[in-house]
T-cell receptor, first 115, second 115 residues
Framework: ETGVTQSPTHLIKTRGQQVTLRCSSQ?????VSWYQQALGQGPQFIFQ???????GRGNFPPRFSGLQFPNYSSELNVNALELDDSALYLC??????????????FGPGTRLTVL | AQKVTQAQTEISVVEKEDVTLDCVYE???????LFWYKQPPSGELVFLIR??????QNEISGRYSWNFQKSTSSFNFTITASQVVDSAVYFC????????????FGQGTRLTINP
């Protein structure tokens, strides 16, 4: 196990609603990345947080937003849910500064279904 | 822009057979990093290996081996004497050590090992 935890495990929402997903990083890690994985696809990068600041963003609209807290845990918020937001949302933690690039360790994911 | 291609969507073999998963990457960067992750039915992405672009040495870890060839932009993964527990979706991914080190994933290869 990586020590990265996510909650909830599963979530069902209706179109137009808002959702908050949570991630607890591996102990000692200071960077959190979020990915969206649609069924049958590879994960797509949403954004990354380093020391409570957004450190980079993928091709996702502003209704996808995030937070990182002083204990390095993180939230992903999605407003105005659309049917296409149905996916597995994966959180990954890493320790910046450990090398040229830092291996990301993933949590078990949150399965979001939008009806 | 980076791109990772896993041309094999699904592979099915009988236990104890050897199997190779192909990965072809594209990048204009001279420094980059390649990864393999395993995703069992539980959904969590499990880190298997990281390789940097300056190290073309092949690597072996137990029944797993990786063949990195810059000349063909390939980073292939071989499982020797496959076991049922190897059944999973395997993802190849790439990143560069600049800005948010987002992972760019391939589409994944679903590997089924039949008893």
């Amino acid at each position: 196990e990586t020590g990265v935890t996510q909650s909830p495990t599963h979530l069902i929402k209706t179109r137009g609603q808002q959702v908050t997903l949570r991630c607890s990083s591996q102990s000692g890690h200071n960077t959190v990345s979020w990915y969206q994985q649609a069924l049958g696809q590879g994960p797509q990068f949403i954004f990354q947080y380093y020391r409570e600041e957004e450190n980079g963003r993928g091709n996702f609209p502003p209704r996808f937003s995030g937070l990182q807290f002083p204990n390095y845990s993180s939230e992903l918020n999605v407003n105005a849910l659309e049917l296409d937001d149905s996916a597995l949302y994966l959180c990954a933690s890493s320790l910046a500064g450990q090398g040229p690039t830092d291996t990301q360790y993933f949590g078990p994911g949150t399965r979001l279904t939008v009806l | 822009a980076q791109k990772v291609t896993q041309a094999q969507t699904e592979i099915s073999v009988v236990e104890k057979e050897d199997v190779t998963l192909d990965c072809v990457y594209e990048t204009r960067d001279t420094t980059y990093y390649l990864f393999w992750y395993k995703q069992p039915p539980s959904g969590e992405l499990v880190f298997l290996i990281r390789r940097n672009s300056f190290d073309e040495q092949n690597e072996i870890s137990g029944r797993y081996s990786w063949n990195f060839q810059k000349s063909t932009s390939s980073f292939n993964f071989t499982i020797t004497a496959s076991q049922v527990v190897d059944s999973a979706v395997y993802f190849c991914a790439q990143t560069v050590p600049q800005g948010a080190q987002k992972l760019v994933f391939g589409q994944g290869t679903r590997l089924t090992i039949n008893p």
